[in-house]
């Protein structure tokens, strides 16, 4: 536990009048997932990259160390199954071609996500249908899904943003009751719960990247998990051009890439999950912190998280409220960045389906598919359909989180907001 004792501030003199300047210069590094000083790389992944090389054996067809990441990684997911790839994009691709929709079916997804979870969908073929977010935690919910739901509807893929997981159990109840298999994209929520149940294991696929900027990385790396061994076996074949490794008659059963990791990256994630577990504390414990820090500003609130869920904080977010704060997120954000808070204010800017793969249907050369094959209401991206995602990205303000903030981090940034705010306050 983390003592909220008063300690003398690194950032002493937050009190209102001192310039610009003199914030400069109290500015600390904080760690950053980017380098060494945020991340946990070190002597355990060079040891154990070390061992991948002398067996000499760097495939991950022939090496142990994917074999006992796939077998160690199922089981800290609470899942049967799991197979490495070459990474998180790879990861949701491999989950959409393992449920096989026909050209022009949908996969529901959400507006404010990763573009990889996105070309998983167009990459197979099929149609990714957005559906609205909540305005206070930027995830999908039974609600917006339910009005996405067509006789098309071939696979729901969520998003558990930031790390907060969305509401899982009315959304299993709704895809049960339709028959709709789910994707958890996981890729910012390892170790995140619902009720108790881990992300990745409240659906019928999780998806996790080991990218740079995750809970635990290999620089490029993705996951999948199943309890499912059909949809596993898939999965595997998937990853490996869809041939039939250990089978009497093998053959290359249907279209897929190679999407295969390799031995040293596996060596690296063997190591980095045993760090996973104290990785998520700590980032826990300092969100814990700053949620305490930052209560009390007028105008600017701690991320929401609904009851019964628990966050693991890939990201921390303010929301913020321009109706109280002149300029909201954006002047915020900028009056952060002058005092050495990195952070961006409205995340990915605008929501997913205005990007010009969307607007403009750039895929296969002029050919436009698979949106040739679309519903037209399954690419009708009319702003008014979409009120909580123009919400969501107009008072979102996204801090980078790391497992090696302490105490003094936080309370720097905390102080950094609290001045910044009270600023514009007065403004
Ligand atoms: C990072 C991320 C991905 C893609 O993972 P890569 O390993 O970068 O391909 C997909 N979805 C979400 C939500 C992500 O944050």
Not at 92 to 98: F, I, N, S, Y
Not at 144 to 155: F, K, M, N, W
Request: proline letters at 6%; charged letters at 20%.
């Amino acid at each position: 536990m983390i003592s909220l004792e008063k300690q003398p501030s690194i950032n002493g003199s937050t009190e209102k009048g001192s310039s610009l300047e003199e914030r400069k210069k109290l500015a600390i590094p904080l760690p950053s997932d980017q380098d060494a000083s945020g991340r946990t790389l070190g002597d355990d992944e060079i040891a154990m990259v070390t061992q991948a090389i002398r067996t000499g054996t760097l495939t991950a067809t022939k090496g142990e160390f994917t074999k006992q990441l796939e077998i160690r990684f199922a089981k800290c997911m609470d899942s049967l199954h799991s197979h490495a790839c070459s990474s998180g994009s790879a990861a949701l691709h491999t989950a959409v071609a393992a449920i096989n929709p026909e050209p022009g079916e949908e996969v529901i997804t959400t507006s404010i996500t990763d573009m990889g979870a996105l070309s998983a969908i167009l990459f197979q073929g099929a149609i990714p249908r957005f559906a609205d977010v909540d305005p206070r935690t930027y995830n999908v919910t039974a609600e917006t899904i339910e009005r996405c739901i067509s006789p098309r509807t071939r696979a729901i893929m969520v998003t558990h943003l930031f790390g907060n997981p969305c509401e899982m159990t009315e959304i299993v109840q709704l895809a049960t009751s339709r028959g709709i298999p789910i994707i958890e994209d996981c890729a910012q929520a390892f170790m995140a719960e619902h009720h108790g149940k881990l992300v990745g294991s409240l659906g019928d696929i999780g998806c996790f990247s080991l990218q740079q900027g995750k809970h635990i990385t290999t620089g490029e790396g993705g996951m999948v998990t199943s309890s499912d061994p059909d949809l596993a076996r898939r999965m595997f074949l998937f990853i490996n051009k869809a041939w039939g490794y250990g089978d009497p008659n093998p053959d290359h059963y249907f279209l897929a890439p190679n999407y295969r990791t390799n031995e040293l990256t596996s060596a690296v994630a063997l190591a980095q999950l045993d760090k996973l577990e104290s990785s998520v504390r700590n980032r826990t414990e300092m969100a814990d912190l700053m949620n305490q820090l930052l209560q009390d500003i007028p105008g600017v609130y701690c991320p929401t998280i609904r009851p019964g869920n628990k966050h693991t904080y890939w990201k921390y977010c303010l929301d913020v409220d321009a109706s109280v704060i002149p300029g909201g997120t954006v002047a915020l954000g900028k009056l952060l960045k002058d005092q050495g808070v990195f952070c961006g204010p409205r995340y990915i800017q605008k929501p997913a389906f205005q990007c010009q793969i969307f607007r403009d249907q750039r895929t296969f050369g002029n050919s436009r598919f698979p949106f040739t094959h679309a519903a037209p209401e399954a690419v009708d991206y009319t702003p008014e359909k979409f009120p909580g995602t123009f919400e969501a990205l107009s008072r979102v303000l996204v801090l980078p989180w790391s497992e090696r903030y302490q105490q003094h981090h936080v309370e720097y940034i905390a102080d950094v907001i609290r001045s910044s705010a009270q600023k514009l306050l007065q403004a």
